[in-house]
């Protein structure tokens, strides 16, 4: 099956600086690829989504690249806030309305 | 849009009975509902797949006959932690398709079970 792997483990970076988590998938089936964002004791809220068609997706201050050949896909957060503290999964999913293979997760800390 | 709910949000219950978790989608129809389970400072590990009208995919290593799926609608999903023990208690998490979206799986507010 899928392996998901993600880094690193937690991050910390100083208001207004840029933070990036990088993931791996093995599978090159894999063709839909979304981060959530998860604060302490919430339900996971997806952020920004790519699908296999396209190499890079923009939405403000986030955006996220994919490269296939590679199998690997990163969350690029630019100019943080302390709002932005929370742990962040990557996720991989072979085809609509399939299960999703989760990274272990990447606890940001942005500090003030 | 795309609200997902699960009642109830907290639990806590003796060893050897069993709980029902709630999970609904409030403002679209459902093509599938997944079930999770998320232990303190860790990941997201999916239980089972659940489709309307149709048996459960479990995930290996999941007991089937200990954690109950029933999708009796295409905005509802259960689940029943059967003969519950203090080695179930975490943290339970749904999440839903949008019927006729593109995969995307927006999540339930999740339940934290304690047993006691």
């Known amino acids: 099956g899928e392996n998901v792997e993600q880094h690193p483990s937690t991050l910390s970076v100083q208001e207004g600086d840029s933070a990036v988590i990088k993931c791996t998938y093995s599978?090159?089936?894999?063709?839909?690829f979304p981060w959530y964002k998860q604060e302490l004791g919430k339900r996971p809220q997806l952020i920004i989504d790519?699908?296999?068609?396209?190499g890079e997706k923009k939405d403000q201050r986030i955006a996220v690249t994919l490269n296939k050949t590679a199998k690997h896909f990163s969350l690029h957060i630019t100019e943080t806030q302390p709002e932005d503290s929370a742990v962040y999964f990557c996720?991989?999913?072979?085809?609509?309305?399939?299960?999703?293979?989760f990274g272990s997760g990447t606890k940001l800390n942005v500090k003030p | 849009g795309a609200v997902v709910s699960q009642h109830p949000s907290r639990v806590i219950c003796k060893s050897g009975t069993s709980v029902k978790i709630e999970c609904r989608s409030l403002?679209?129809?459902?093509?599938?509902m997944f079930w999770y389970r998320q232990f303190p400072k860790q990941s997201l590990m999916l239980m089972a797949t659940s489709n309307e009208g149709s048996k459960a995919t479990y995930e290996q290593g999941v007991e089937k006959d200990k954690f109950l799926i029933n999708h009796a609608s295409l905005t509802l999903s259960t689940l029943t932690v059967t003969s519950a023990h203090p080695e179930d208690s975490s943290f339970y998490i749904c999440?839903?398709?949008?019927?006729?979206?593109?995969?995307?799986?927006?999540f339930g507010p999740g339940t934290r079970l304690t047993v006691t």
């Open positions: 790519i699908r296999s068609n396209v």
């Open positions: 996720a991989a999913s072979m085809g609509n309305f399939n299960k999703f293979y």
């Open positions: 403002d679209f129809q459902a093509t599938t």
């Open positions: 599978d090159s089936a894999s063709n839909y």
């Open positions: 999440s839903a398709n949008i019927r006729g979206g593109a995969g995307e799986q927006y």
